[in-house]
Structure formats: structure tokens, C-alpha cells
């Protein structure tokens, strides 16, 4: 709103997808670097309509949503401070991933130098999705890195690397196989849940939806580790209480979870997540539980009201 505001009454003239980019932008002069979703989803969204977000540039892909898609927010009421924890957490995780591509692109014969984030290696190979997962498996190993044992790989001191490519953060353990196969195998599943809104509807296709609403909450938990005990928690109770699929939104460690349930369970659905998660373990929040727990349908980005 802030961006859209300045835009009208400096006669400012930008596509919604620049004032999204230029909004992510803002984000890294205070230390956190993030990739956009939330500024792209805010400008470029359509009411009724779901949106595959794409970066490097910004930009966003309309999707129709099958008929009888209901969506539920259920917040963990877990805070965490992106600013605060971005050397251990959302920063940390960037500097996973490029070190993870530029070892990448160094396995495949690339100029790795070139190499910031993973989706360069795949667009510079011309390789699928597939593909870069089986690299992965191939050549990252499991098991940590050192900052030592990468520049060894890619032939530079231990110096030059932590200059160009890990600080600010401070770490001396990377963790790039489960952070690499995270981000290409959370880019299928997008793909995949885009192409089957694409498709003509069937029965089932929520069921097949949520599924892979799951994987994507497993890879956040289990590959980019960047859920918590409370999320993990309400997913669950959530899918108990009969959803299709449930996962953690936004950037983790914290925040909200978003569910696929069947037309008709709303009022179900909230009673059972109601009692089994914020009775239990958020009492206090029983008295703001509208606030915390309700259905969503998508909405327009920011716009201007012309009043006349």
C-alpha cells in the first residue's frame, strides 16, 4: 500500500510487477535478503484466481483454481523475527543454496563464478526439474560442508570464498544437499499443482492437490528445515481434522499454516483444529480465535479506489 501510495503522488509510473520487485528490494537494506513472494503475491494478485510467483524477475503466472477449493489459515501464534535470527535462519538459508549452486555448476562443467542461485545452474544446463534433482543426489553429499572443504572444490582460498559468497552471515557448517533438493523439488511440486489446476477438473483433483501441499510441508520440515514443533503440530491437526493437505506459509520457523479441506467442512474443520491445537496448547487465544483460525479466498493485490 505504502509503494502504490508513493507511486500516485510522485505522478510515479511502474507495472505492479516493478513496484513488486522494487518493494523485495527494499527488504535487504535491512539485512534480511528475500526473494519477493510476499511484495509479488501483494501487487500481482487477482481476486478469485491462484498465482504461480516466479523470480529473477518477478513476475506471475494466473491460475484457476478446480471448483469447491476451500481454504483454511490457521495461525501457530509462533513468532520469529526474520531480521533477528537471518544469520542462523532465512539468510543462513541463502547462502546454503548459493554455495550449493555454485558447487553445482562447478560438477557440470559450468563457469560457477557466474552462478548466484540454483535456477542459474538449471536454466544454464537447459536441465528439468528431474534432472537437477538426480545432480543433486549425485554430487552433493549428504552430510555438511566446511567453508574449507568448498573451497577446495572450487579451487579458492578459504578467505575469498567467506568474502563473496557466505558473509555476512557466520557459520562454518552448510548444509547443501538437503537445501538444494528442497528448492528444485519445491519448484515441481509448484510446477505440478499448477498443471493440474490447468487440467480440466476430475474427481479427486483436490485430494491430488493437497497431496502435494503435504510434500511441500515434509521438504520444508525435513529438507530446509525451516518449520517448527508448533507447525508440525497443527499441519497435523489439521489433516486429522480432515484435510486434503496442510503446510506451513510464508518464510517458517513460525507464522501460519494454510490448508485444502473438502467444500462444505468449514464450520467441522475449525471446531476440530479449535479445540485440539488453540484449546490445548494456545488457551489464550480462544478469545481472538476468529482472528487466529479462518477460511481464506484469494484476493486482489494492492489498487487504486478512483472516487468521484
Known amino acids: 500500500a505504502n509503494g502504490k501510495t508513493l507511486q500516485i503522488f510522485n505522478f510515479f509510473c511502474f507495472l505492479k510487477r516493478d513496484l513488486a520487485e522494487l518493494c523485495a528490494s527494499c527488504e535487504h537494506y535491512v539485512g534480511v ?23 529473477h524477475p518477478i513476475r506471475a503466472t494466473i491460475l484457476t483454481l478446480p471448483e469447491g477449493s476451500t481454504f483454511f489459515v490457521a495461525n501457530s501464534l509462533v513468532e520469529s523475527n526474520k531480521y533477528v535470527t537471518s544469520g542462523t535462519c532465512y539468510n543462513m538459508r541463502v547462502v546454503e543454496c548459493r554455495l550449493a549452486a555454485m558447487l553445482l555448476a562447478k560438477y557440470l562443467n559450468m563457469d560457477w563464478k557466474s552462478v548466484r542461485i540454483l535456477a542459474d545452474v538449471q536454466n544454464k544446463g537447459n536441465y528439468s526439474l528431474e534432472q537437477m534433482l538426480e545432480h543433486v543426489k549425485r554430487y552433493l553429499h549428504v552430510t555438511p560442508y566446511s567453508p574449507l572443504e568448498i573451497s577446495k572444490e572450487l579451487g579458492i582460498d578459504e578467505q575469498s570464498l567467506r568474502d563473496s559468497s557466505i558473509e555476512p552471515v557466520k557459520g562454518d557448517v552448510f548444509h547443501l544437499h538437503p537445501r538444494a533438493l528442497h528448492v528444485y523439488l519445491e519448484s515441481k511440486l509448484v510446477k505440478d499443482f499448477a498443471d493440474l489446476c490447468n487440467k480440466p477438473s476430475y474427481e479427486g483433483i483436490l485430494k491430488d492437490l493437497g497431496k502435494l501441499m503435504d510434500q511441500s510441508h515434509f521438504s520444508c520440515r525435513d529438507n530446509y528445515d525451516c518449520s517448527c514443533p508448533e507447525l508440525d503440530q497443527i499441519t497435523e491437526i489439521c489433516r486429522s481434522a480432515g484435510a486434503y493437505g496442510s503446510r506451513l506459509t510464508g518464510a517458517g520457523w513460525g507464522g501460519c499454516t494454510v490448508s485444502l479441506i473438502p467444500p462444505g467442512s468449514s464450520q467441522t474443520f475449525f471446531e476440530k483444529v479449535r479445540d485440539e491445537y488453540y484449546a490445548k496448547q494456545k488457551p489464550e487465544a480462544l478469545k481472538i480465535i476468529n482472528d487466529v483460525l479462518f477460511s481464506s479466498t484469494p484476493e486482489s493485490g494492492a489498487f487504486v479506489y478512483q472516487l468521484s
Open 33 to 55: 535478503q528475500g526473494g519477493g513472494m510476499d511484495q509479488a503475491i501483494s501487487y500481482l494478485a487477482e481476486k478469485g484466481k491462484a498465482s504461480k510467483i516466479e523470480f
